[in-house]
């Protein structure tokens, strides 16, 4: 127990210390050198915008939170499933990876608007986005691990004569998992940003709206806390991942560092 | 059962050539073999001989021409769908994230149920074979916890569970230290002298041959063929005492000289004729 206490002492410390030095450093610069609070406000005054009016952040910060890992539930989801054909598969995945690429190229912020043509003002184009932003990671590092496999544990099952679907559930599904991991902490911030960008071309909520207005006022204050506010999301998401990860992948040798 | 009479292991004229650059690489030029029911037989030859890719012949795992492969009385994949063949390999191929226990009833799990015969489940049986390795300990650890003299023991357990009546072992200990290797192929003999499956055992180590076979095959590389039969006549069961027959050491020089290495009179090397 104490053991664990002095690794949260050694782990998290050195961050929260840093973090707080900055800030203090911020709060004086700004103060000494009387930086106008339209070009960057003060730490206090970040927080005094948000506690102005926690409950708007919150909500738009739902909002966002719902598209984006909508988005990436979808995008992850139909990523995977493509990747269970093509790694069965090669000339499958011989036909199907240029388009995967043509996907992965695409710049986000230039189907977004499209989809908000087809698909309105709702949550679904958002997401969309987001789903977008993270298929290509899920689909290559998936094919990757489900291809993964030790070729002495599949050659021991084929001599038991195990079926294509039993090789799946014992064997590749659980060796792909590191690898499917891997693309979640690469789609964790990027579904934000997916979600995020969908909103300022569609502007009818979510954090990327409080961005948008704030932006309109020179309220810099506002736009910072809300900047935070997203921070916040991808690294409460990463935490929840990492800690999902320790629980699956604890026989993985990534799981041995730290 | 009738078939039993029947041999583990039939090979005959068997050529495989690997695909490749310049018409590929003929690994196997007419390798014959034939291992009776019960019979533990070793192949010994230098690295690259063609030993894997025989004994991956004959559990069905590459397609071969021409030549037969019989297992048992029918082909190998038929021997795979009934469940006769048991594997070990140079790594122990275990599954990470399963238990000991849990990685030795995969085969009861891929059959369908415990071996007929035996009392008890799944989880009973392969708690019994993990107890037989002397694992009973570590039935709940995880491979990444065991050494690799204990993986290879449950690569053991895991190869045995279902009573397999071929088994099939390439280098099995050639991973591990010599104390490990005494270790494991004194309990290989335990397990075999109470199972009685057929083995076919595939080692470079001369020695480890002797001391565990009926029979020993001597293959010749560029393409692998047998060039040498010694049959192995010292008394069973057997212990690391065997080792100091004067006849022991009068097979293992017989079949360095088959294998064309330097003929040294210490019988005491470990008999690695790479
Ligand atoms: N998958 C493969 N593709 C091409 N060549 C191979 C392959 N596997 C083995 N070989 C070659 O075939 C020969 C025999 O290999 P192998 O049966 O593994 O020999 P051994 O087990 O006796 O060391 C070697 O020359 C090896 O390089
Ligand atoms: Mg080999």
Redesign the interface.
Known sequence: MSSRAARWVRVGLPPVLAAFIAIVAWEAWVAVREVPAYLVPAPSAIVRAFTADPARYALAARTSMVEALGGLLLGSGAAFVLAVAMAHSRPLERALYPLALLVKVTPVVAVAPLFIIWFGFGTLPKMLVAALITFFPMLVNAVTGLRSV?????????????TPL?VFR??RL?ASLPYVFAALRISVPLCIIGAVVAEWMAGDGGIGQVILIANGDLDTAALFAAVVVLASMAIGLTALLALLERRLL????SS?RV | MPVTTAPALVVRGLVHRYEGEAGGLLALDGAELRLAAGEFVSIVGPSGCGKSTLL?AG???IATSPGTVEVLGGTA?QA??A?V???V?????????RTVEANVA??L???GGPPRGTLGGIAEAARALVQRVGLERFAAA???QLSGGMRQRVALA??LV?RPRLL?MDEPFGALDELSREELCLELLSLWEQQRASVLFVTHSIREAVLLSDRVLVMSASPGHMVDEVPIDLPRPRTLAAQEAPSFAAYVHRIRAALGAPSTSTAHSTGDPA
Not at chain 1, 150 to 162: E, K, S
Not at chain 1, 250 to 253: K, Y
Not at chain 2, 89 to 97: M, V
């Open positions: 030790d070729p002495a544990a599949h050659d021991f099952m084929r001599t038991l004569h195990a039993q014992m064997l659980p604890f026989w993985h040798e041995e | 991956r559990a069905g795992l994949s795979c769908a469940h063949l048991g594997l390999s140079q790594d122990p191929g275990l599954l990470p994230w995969l085969p799990e891929l059959t995880y491979p990444h895991r190869a279902h099939l």
